[in-house]
């Protein structure tokens, strides 16, 4: 068994001509919270896209336990203990808070397939200790008051909370945040960090994109800066911060960076 | 007890009270709107939960029809004995039909399943394997009987579609509180955070298609036994077309939505009669003001249906 959760060994994703991602290795160890950062269009969110299963690298390994699962269809990858958030929040806008919460205990679930249609004491079980659970994480994230409320209707801040709720439902063992904190005001970003270290703390491990560098450099023990698609260093908060190689990569590209 | 259940239970009264305000005449009304609301239903399971664009329910609905009629009349099985191969056949030919084409788009299945239900018209028609009776369908279909009695009567016709409907909105309560049900809600509204959340896109799809086709099926059997006869002409396209109509029109996912565009569609023109041919007027002219106006429907579902343990803060 490797000591390593996740690791990526040289990645490649093309989109016709375009080289989104140019082997890339990088290796995230149990319990950390990993970073990646690099300038837009980087490469950032189609490395999640890979390891999630939303597109498969033409070249490389995504090793989870050792074990090499790229090309995993998405659901598996859900399966496997691996959950997401979007960078553009993708939240079931016209349901409620508790069930957006909800479908993260879709794959804790121990519905049979015919409780679909025939209820039996263990389906009314099930249902309640879920619910149950959902009534956990809206209290953990402060959401309980929005219980009913759609998840659309609510201000972008608190989306933000509900689509890590609704991830973290699903009690993963590597938790994936493309830039939690974008369009977050100063308040409601340092309330997510305080959030993000409140779930290692229950010992997931995180990998996160963010351009907040405030952010990264706080709560990131580890972190591999891409650009191009292609690996520029990595290293601790500090290393990465005087490395000459990253500034020159976010000068170089300033202006189109928000 | 929730809104949704609140108007199950004052529908089921009001339904199984009106027989005994009713005459033979009006019992057959009755009859015809508790099958078709099982139809109705049964399409909104598809298209309303898991939003596949399906427009050839009227095939399940058929397909179940001449199970019975056909088991029961070319081959001597009684009526109760159909109920059974009227529900699974159906299931298993939505199943291994739309299993290749589940993964496509909308507009894509939707093209798809209006072909399907052509081509069961067809088989129907051409009398293949010389047992669907070609353009005239089957006569003569039996009662059911039971126990020694004969259910001939207008009467046990309507509380054997009653209970139909009864077991039909049992089973969609059962669905919309698990997790197979809030799958297809996930799926419908957004399928790639739906995925992301370990949900099989195609697993759910086809069991809503599974479930949407039995419960259609099961209503075909007890409409072949309420005319005692089938013929194809009810299981065309525009049946089709219509039943996909009802659940946009009332209200996708929306139980007293889809009712409403019941009644509007298959019992209105049947108290009026002498306006039938103006049925399909009124009902484009509703269609199109719908959509225009009320784009989620007439009445439009309502999530937030959670227990109330979890209520306990403000709105
Ligand atoms: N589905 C796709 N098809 C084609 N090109 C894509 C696709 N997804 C991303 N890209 C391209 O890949 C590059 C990396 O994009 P992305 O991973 O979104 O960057 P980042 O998240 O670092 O800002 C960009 O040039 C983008 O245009
Ligand atoms: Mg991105």
């Known amino acids: 068994m490797s000591q390593y959760l996740l690791e990526i060994k040289n990645v490649s994703k093309f989109f016709s001509g375009l080289t989104a991602i140019d082997a890339l290795n990088l290796k995230v160890k149990k319990g950390q919270i990993y970073g990646i950062i690099g300038p837009n269009g980087a490469g950032k969110t189609t490395l999640f896209n890979c390891i999630t299963g939303i597109y498969t690298p033409e070249e490389g390994e995504i090793l989870w336990h050792g074990k090499d699962i790229k090309g995993t269809a998405p659901h598996k990858i859900a399966g496997l203990g691996i959950l997401r958030t979007f960078q553009t929040i993708r939240l079931f806008a016209e349901m409620s808070v ?18 679909g249609i025939i209820p039996t004491p263990a389906y009314y079980k099930d249902e309640k200790y879920n619910w149950g659970k959902v009534g956990e994480y809206m209290e953990l994230f402060g959401l309980s008051e929005y219980a009913t409320t759609p998840a659309g209707d609510l201000s972008y801040g608190v989306q933000r909370k509900i689509e890590m709720a609704r991830a973290l439902a699903a009690e993963p063992e590597l938790l994936i945040l493309d830039e939690p904190a974008a369009g977050l005001n100063e308040n409601e970003t340092k309330e997510l960090a305080d959030i993000i270290k409140k779930v290692q703390a229950m010992g997931v491990t995180i990998m996160m994109i963010e351009h907040d560098m405030d952010m990264i450099m706080s709560l990131c023990e580890y972190m591999t ?17 005087d490395n000459p190689a990253v500034i020159e990569a976010y000068i170089g590209s300033e202006d189109e960076d928000e | 007890m929730n809104k949704t259940t609140i108007i199950s ?17 009006w019992l057959a009304v009755g009859t015809t709107f508790l099958v078709f609301s099982v139809v109705a239903f049964s399409q909104d399971i598809i298209l309303g939960r898991a939003g596949a664009f399906h427009m050839g329910h ?3 609905f058929g397909l179940g029809a001449y199970t019975t009629a056909i088991l029961n009349t070319h081959f001597g099985w009684p009526i109760l004995a159909t109920w059974a191969p009227a529900v699974i056949i159906p299931m298993v030919v939505a199943l291994i039909t739309t299993a290749p084409i589940i ?13 399907i239900n052509i081509i069961f018209l067809q088989v129907l028609e051409n009398d293949l394997f010389g047992i669907t009776g070609g353009p005239n369908g089957i006569f003569g279909i039996d009662v059911v009987k039971i126990f020694g009695y004969e259910l001939f009567e207008q009467i046990h016709m309507y509380f054997m579609a009653f209970i139909l409907l009864g077991i039909t909105l049992f089973i969609m309560k059962t669905l919309d509180g698990s997790k197979f049900g809030r799958a297809m ?14 949900i099989d896109l195609r697993y759910y799809k086809l069991y809503a298609f599974a479930i949407g086709a039995g419960l259609a099926g099961a209503a075909g059997s007890m409409f072949a036994v309420q005319y005692s006869a089938v013929s194809p002409e009810a299981f065309d396209v525009l049946q089709s077309i219509m039943f996909f109509t009802i659940v946009l029109v009332g209200g996708s996912a929306s139980l007293p939505g889809v009712l409403l565009g019941t009644f509007v569609m298959f019992v209105l023109p049947e108290i009026f009669r002498e306006f039938e041919t103006a049925r399909y007027l009124v009902f484009g002219l509703a269609m199109i003001l719908t959509m225009i106006l009320r784009p989620r429907g007439i009445w439009p579902a309502k999530f937030g ?11």
């Open chain 2, 58 to 60: 009227a095939a399940f």
């Open chain 2, 305 to 315: 249906n959670i227990p109330a343990f979890l209520k306990k803060g403000k709105k």
């Open chain 1, 98 to 115: 508790a069930e957006n919460i909800m479908s993260g205990r879709h794959i804790k679930s121990k519905q049979k397939w015919y409780n």
């Open chain 1, 225 to 241: 800066v891409i650009n191009f698609g292609a690996w520029i260093c990595d290293g601790v908060a500090a290393d990465v911060q």
């Open chain 2, 9 to 25: 239970l004052g529908f089921l009264l009001v339904m199984g009270v009106f027989p005994f305000f009713a005459d033979s005449a």
């Open chain 2, 103 to 115: 993964h496509l788009r909308g507009d894509y299945l939707l093209v798809t399943t209006i072909g």
């Open chain 2, 185 to 198: 809600f996930y799926i419908n509204k957004d399928d790639v955070a739906a995925q992301s959340m370990g």
